[in-house]
């Protein structure tokens, strides 16, 4: 059973639940595990003022080993994920994603794909020794600086070169990673855009802004008559978009308009999509119409992955907006989702409003409810017994479940009837809350 790793890395509160001890730790485990297979360890973060800190610790780890450590800078986490598979070779993410700056996360990544769970066991494992390793003086390896990042923008930039869309576009950035890289990728486009909240001060990321808090961009997009709206995370693995009316599209939204485009360009492998529990009944509908076949899994976009690896699908995600586009990413990646996005409004000749219209959404209810032990919540007979009462009522779909990177529960319930729907949300909620008073 894993101790550190959750479902996206080690995350925590900064200097409470990661500390520069434990980052040092995991640089020099990572090193004692994988020296020798691969040569450097790269090193990425995003705009968090703790990033440096956690930077220079795990270099410090690593290096005592015996690795050489490149810096990437502040990229994107899928920008580390392509420089790890492109230069074959291991690298650390500095990152708590969508999180406030309170919070950040180390993310391993081997060859451009996080590394699977025996790995993880074994490096918690090593993080965890009483020890750890030093090499002998001449073996300590250097620290340097890794000019990476242009080459994650020329890539994407080779992929996409003829976008030319008569749109004016609002882009929030949300103080993240996205903003290092985005007007070098755009600026080579024939776009009308506009870049918000790119100024970030370390403690700003995900602040009001970003995927996280949409209705900062909805305001701009009403007030400057912007035909459409793009939304990042602090490290810019998940995108979101906005219509012309500020109104969300999410993930299966995006999900279901790519999915059909790959399809007419043959690049849609199985004539399959994956998707998790939680996507919306509506987008299977939308897919079951065109033709194509859903596949559903557990939350996490890494068992999303795994199944599109395992059969050879080519797209998968999730409605949070973290999309995977196998034959682009081997991660999320939300430049490449935008961007893929844009050539379907293109190949198809249609608005933003125009192709999600034709998909059919049915009510949907997420709560996130805080709780100081979510473990001892979750296994409270209270929670199964109302569970049993709501599991098999027919056109009702409901999960629930423990964040795998916050003290949160997660209630979501869907249905057609939009009454229902919240009634049986809320319930879950005050149970919830009221065993956590008794914890």
């Known amino acids: 059973m894993k101790r550190l790793f959750g479902t996206d890395g080690i995350r925590g509160i900064v200097n409470e639940e990661l500390t520069v001890e434990l980052a040092m730790r995991v640089g020099n485990a990572v090193a004692r595990l994988y020296n020798g297979k691969y040569d450097r360890l790269l090193i990425a973060m995003d705009t968090r003022n703790s990033g440096k800190m956690f930077e220079i610790a795990i270099a ?23 420089l790890t598979k492109k230069e074959k070779t291991v690298g650390i993410m500095i990152s708590a994603s969508h999180n406030p700056s309170t919070y950040n996360g180390l993310k391993v990544l081997c060859e451009g794909f996080k590394i699977p769970d025996e790995e993880e066991v074994d490096l918690e494992n090593i993080i965890l020794s009483e020890n750890m390793e030093y090499a002998p003086y001449g073996d300590v390896e250097e620290f340097i600086i890794n000019g990476g990042k242009d080459k994650y923008i020329e890539y994407v930039k080779s992929i996409y070169k003829n976008l030319n869309l008569n749109y004016k576009i609002a882009i929030d950035v949300g103080n993240g990673a996205a903003g290092s890289v985005i007007e070098s990728i755009l600026n080579n486009l024939n776009l009308n855009y506009t870049v918000f909240n790119n100024e970030p001060d370390g403690f700003n990321i995900n602040q009001n802004c970003g995927s996280t808090a949409p209705d900062f961009l909805s305001d701009k997009i009403k ?8 939304l990042f995370d602090g490290d810019a693995d998940r995108c979101l978009f906005l219509d012309s009316k500020g ?12 999915a059909f485009k790959l399809k007419k360009q043959n690049r849609l492998s199985e004539n399959t999509v994956v998707a998790t529990i939680m996507s919306n009944l509506g987008f299977e509908e939308y897919l079951k119409e065109h033709g194509i076949n859903l596949v559903r899994t557990g939350v996490g976009d890494k068992y999303v992955l795994q199944r599109m690896i395992d059969n050879n699908f080519t797209i998968g995600g999730e409605q949070s907006g973290h999309i995977i586009f196998m034959d682009r990413s081997t991660t999320g990646d939300g430049l490449i989702t935008a961007l893929e996005t844009l050539d379907t409004m293109k190949f198809f000749e249609k608005t933003i409003d ?11 209810l997420l709560k996130n409810v805080s709780v100081k032990n979510k473990k001892d919540v979750m296994k409270d007979e209270r929670i199964e017994k109302l569970k049993e009462k709501y599991e098999n009522i027919s056109g009702l779909k409901l999960v629930l479940r423990p964040s795998g990177t916050e003290h949160k529960i997660r209630v979501m319930a869907e249905g057609k009837d939009a009454e229902k729907v919240n009634s049986i949300v809320y319930e879950f909620v005050e149970l919830i809350e009221l065993i956590d008073k008794e914890y």
């Open 60 to 82: 410090s780890g690593a290096v005592a080993a015996g690795m050489k450590v490149e810096s990437c800078g502040v990229i994107p986490t899928p920008s580390l994920a392509y």
């Open 223 to 230: 007030k400057g008559n912007y035909d459409f709206g793009i």
């Open 247 to 258: 109104n969300l599209v999410d993930g299966d939204k995006l999900m279901a308009i790519n």
């Open 354 to 364: 125009e192709l999600i219209c034709e998909i059919p959404s049915y009510p949907q």
